[in-house]
């Protein structure tokens, strides 16, 4: 059976680390083991992104670097999954975009899913915009169709995905750029549930479910002790319930049926 690609990079196509933290909960939620490694010496700054000193399990100081790992991930049912997690390379993006693709091809991967998260003028209080792309990269914008302008290494990655025949998503979350200093389960989940959609195997997210809804507890709690921020907040809720009037059609009411499904059955 041949295998999916998901991809994520920390920096800034990782707003409120939510692609980097949905592929942290599939590696926590099944089995996995590094299959690769892109040594950062080539594409990576090191004042950017500085080596860190740790001691091993003998007491030995080791040095980690900022490599870009591929983990082969065991789900307990559906296709294996292959994560390309870590820094956004400073340098040489097309040989490494090359050589990434290399280990995923020689690995049997069949599909490139990239993740991302941008700021944008969305409110904590209602669902976090979601954009899910067949094209590689036009999910950076809100305007898919018209975006020009600076691109990340997730659509650059996808465009050369897409040159080799390789079947390739985007899949992107807007994080509210106010509450944009810390980590946003919120978004995660947002992430996690469209990723739901092209992955077998239900992916556990009740402990999730809990994070957001703290996450989003305590950013209602901070805007309501600053008029400015809580007026803000007012104003781009209205703005997206009026975009969100028109009724829900079939195949979203089916869509969400068929995750309620999926959940229930990872609980069962």
């Known amino acids: 059976m041949t295998r999916i690609a998901i991809c994520a990079f920390s920096g800034w196509n990782d707003a409120g680390e939510a692609a980097t933290g949905a592929l ?18 080539e594409f990576v700054d090191f004042q950017v992104h500085r080596p860190e000193t740790r001691l091993d399990a003998d007491g030995r100081k080791v040095i980690d670097w900022p490599d870009t790992r591929i983990d082969l991930v ?6 294996e999954l292959l994560l390309v997690h870590g820094a ?8 490494f975009c090359r050589q990434v693709l290399d ?13 991302g998260a941008l700021l944008g003028d969305a409110p904590h209080t209602r669902p976090l915009p979601i954009s899910d792309q067949v094209e590689p990269g036009r999910a950076e914008s809100a305007d898919p169709e018209t975006y020009e302008g600076p691109i990340g290494i997730p659509t650059v990655l996808a465009r050369a995905a897409v040159s080799l025949g390789v079947r390739t998503s985007s ?6 750029h106010y509450v944009s200093q810390n980590a946003s389960p919120k978004a995660v989940l947002a992430l996690v549930r469209a990723l739901q959609d092209h992955v077998s195997a239900p992916i556990p997210v009740r402990e999730l479910e809990e994070d957001a809804e703290a996450w989003e507890r305590g950013v209602e709690e901070l805007s309501r002790n600053d008029p400015d921020i809580s007026e803000y907040v007012a104003r781009l809720e209205e703005a997206q319930d009026a975009e969100d009037l028109p009724e829900a059609s079939g195949d979203a009411i089916a869509k969400e049926f068929e995750r309620f499904l999926r959940r229930r059955e990872g609980e069962d």
């Not at 942290?24 to 690769?36: C, F, G, K, Q, V």
């Not at 065991?74 to 296709?79: A, F, N, R, V």
């Not at 091809?105 to 990239?114: E, F, V």
């Open 24 to 41: 942290e909960l599939l590696l926590e939620a099944w089995p996995s083991h590094t299959i690769a490694r892109i040594p950062a010496e």
């Open 74 to 79: 065991t789900p307990p049912q559906g296709p």
């Open 88 to 95: 956004e390379p400073s340098l040489r993006w097309n040989a």
């Open 103 to 115: 280990r995923l091809l020689g690995a049997d991967a069949s599909r490139l899913i990239s993740l």
């Open 171 to 176: 899949i992107w979350v807007q994080v509210p």
